[in-house]
């Protein structure tokens, strides 16, 4: 059985790629040729999907952007088709869980029996009792929420909690307390290139997924002078309108590839690059 950390890694390195493609459907936003279509929102997805994945290392499909359009079915075609057609891409899914232990369970098993992701987004704000249903599957990725790419990240995150920011607290905890089966992922936005630091030296080479690149105006060289690991990866840099909505017109998901491709070449411009 291969596990998310080793399908990362070997995504990481087949495709040369540090890029998170993140599939936020909106319909107001989608090319007009989908005008009238019942399966439009699928249809973009998978076409984007299709166009991109040799150029990435994962994929995060937002589940809010599919769930108010009552499109859950969508989203449920929609990681099964990259499993099918693009199979070793593994899929995350952002949906920020955390709840009471019972209600975990039913969190944990949406995200991986109906939808079948490999790994999700995780609020850590109710203590490890309700992260432990996705602690405890090693399989899967646990991608945990530290310090978000919000304007308003700071509100609580960065509040001293005995000499430290809280985000910190958090980054120490899951490195040294929750990390146990080796499955945890920290979320630090690329619009905080300094916080990514920080996080960056109090959890090693913990791999990290830093939103807020393109759309939000993070900074890509910012991201990995602060954030890459000792091996020049450890990092799932994500986009998702910057890349979606690269045109409007019939050429979107070769302008998407375009789009993709660029930031890779960019990220790989930065990074210390493996010796193959
Ligand atoms: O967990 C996330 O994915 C996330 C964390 C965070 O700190 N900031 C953040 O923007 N996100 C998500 O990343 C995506 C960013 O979208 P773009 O700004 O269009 O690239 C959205 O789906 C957000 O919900």
Not at 167 to 191: D, F, I, P, S
Request: charged share 20%; with cysteine.
């Amino acid at each position: 059985m291969t596990t998310f950390i080793e399908s990362l890694q070997a995504a990481w390195q087949r495709n040369r790629s540090l890029v998170c493609v993140g599939l936020d459907p909106e319909p107001a936003r989608l090319p007009t040729r989908f005008a009238g279509d019942d399966d439009a929102v699928f249809a973009f997805c998978r076409d984007i999907v299709d166009a991109t994945a040799d150029l990435v290392c994962c994929f995060k499909p937002q589940i809010a952007h599919f769930a108010a359009l009552g499109a859950e079915g969508a989203l449920q075609r929609l990681i099964a088709h990259i499993h099918a057609r693009q199979p070793g891409v593994p899929v995350i899914l952002d949906a920020k869980r955390g709840d009471i232990g019972s209600t975990a369970e039913h969190y944990a098993r949406e995200a991986f029996e109906r939808y079948g992701a490999d790994a999700v987004t995780l609020n850590p704000y109710l203590g490890r009792d309700s992260l432990q249903p996705f602690l405890d599957r090693a399989d899967k990725g646990a991608v945990i929420l530290c310090r978000t790419s919000n304007p308003g990240a700071g509100d609580l995150q960065d509040l001293d909690v005995g000499g430290m920011p809280l985000y910190q607290r958090v980054a120490e905890r899951v490195a040294h307390e929750w990390n146990g089966n080796g499955n945890c992922l920290l979320v630090t936005g690329a619009t905080y290139p300094s916080q990514l630091a920080e996080v960056r030296r109090i959890v090693g080479d913990m791999p990290l997924l830093v939103p807020g690149i393109g759309a939000q105006g993070g900074d890509v060289e910012a991201v990995l002078g602060h954030g890459q690991a000792s091996d020049g990866a450890g990092l799932l840099i994500s986009s998702s309108r910057a890349i979606l909505y690269a045109s409007a017109a019939d050429d979107f998901a070769a302008a998407a590839r375009q789009a993709t491709l660029a930031l890779r070449d960019e990220i790989n411009r930065h990074r210390r690059m493996p010796t193959d």
